[in-house]
């Protein structure tokens, strides 16, 4: 069974450092990995998918890697913003179109 | 473009109270669709895929029950409420169209059981 593991649960740096979030897997036979971001009391929005035939995918200041056989995933988000604030939830997918998730990366950045 | 709905936004229920909560995709055919209940301090979980009418999978035994009545409307329901049922509401879709395709979430449905 799938198990998917973000640490920290918890973060707070100040406004310009670079965010570094971690995601691991437990299962490397995987579809692709997504990165998502969750304000308070709101769904989820999409943020990279990485294929798991890739190394990395970017995004304006996102960064997001992938060590498929190591069952590792990185966010780095650079020049961290307070609008950045959130929790980033990160995802596998397998087969048959279903995601496993994990408990997130709870993110404060101080102006 | 498409869009996706969630009603209500929030919700109140006694315990042992029936439940009916929606979701509607506009802009699409076909949706893959999903519910996930997200409990508070817990990740995701997925309750319920659909890839088509009348097509549900259950991922985990519950009080909880899906239909998918139209293509673009997914049901989730409860004859009589858990305290335990508790908990955020999230309805995805997406195209099924391969391994490049995320997932996009409506904006959820906060449903509280006293």
């Known amino acids: 069974k799938q198990e998917v593991t973000q640490i920290p649960a918890a973060l707070s740096v100040p406004e310009g450092e670079n965010l570094v979030l971690n995601c691991s897997f437990t299962d490397s036979a995987i579809y692709n990995l997504q990165w998502f971001r969750q304000d308070p009391g709101k769904g989820l929005t999409s943020l990279l998918l990485i294929q798991s035939s890739q190394r990395e995918q970017t995004s304006g200041r996102l960064n997001a890697s992938l060590d498929k056989s190591s069952g590792r995933s990185t966010l780095y988000i650079a020049a961290s913003q307070p609008g950045d604030s959130a929790t980033y939830l990160c995802a596998v997918e397998a087969a048959g179109n279903k995601l496993t998730f994990g408990g997130g990366t709870r993110v404060l950045v101080k102006p | 473009s498409q869009t996706i709905h969630q009603w209500p936004a929030t919700l109140v229920q006694p315990v042992g109270s029936p439940l009916s909560l929606e979701c509607t995709v506009e802009?699409?055919?076909?949706?893959?669709l999903y519910w996930y209940r997200q409990a508070a301090g817990r990740g995701l979980q997925l309750l319920f895929y659909s890839v088509g009418i009348g097509q549900i999978s259950s991922e985990v035994p519950q009080n909880l029950s899906a239909s998918r009545p139209q293509d673009r409307q997914f049901i989730l329901s409860s004859k009589k409420l858990l305290l335990s049922d508790s908990g955020f509401y999230l309805c995805?879709?997406?195209?099924?169209?391969?391994?490049?395709?995320?997932?996009?979430f409506g904006p959820g449905t906060r449903l509280t059981v006293l």
């Open positions: 995805a879709w997406n195209k099924g169209a391969g391994r490049a395709d995320t997932q996009y």
């Open positions: 802009g699409t055919s076909n949706p893959n």
